[in-house]
């Protein structure tokens, strides 16, 4: 599987995340979003398509995994 270079990209965090440590990252990469835990930056990032992260909000906002 190849690799996605992710040394240029913009990560940011959710405004609600809290101070726990417990928080996710995410950056825009063209045609797909880059996900990552915050405490380990370095580590592995989970890259998903548009389509599949505009499904993953979608099911979150309407409590589909609570």
Known sequence: ???TDLS???WRKS?????????????????ATA???SKHPTGPALI?????WAAF???VR?????
Not at 48 to 52: C, D, K, L
Not at 62 to 66: D, I, N, R, V
Request: a neutral charge; glycine letters at 20%.
């Open 15 to 31: 405004t609600r995340s809290s101070g726990s440590g417990a928080c996710v990252e995410v950056a825009t990469l063209g045609g």
């Open 57 to 59: 909000t979608t099911g």
């Open 35 to 37: 996900v990552r835990d």
């Open 48 to 52: 998903v398509t548009r389509a599949g």
């Open 8 to 10: 240029g990209a913009t």
């Open 62 to 66: 309407s409590g589909e995994f609570a």
């Open 1 to 3: 599987m190849p690799q």
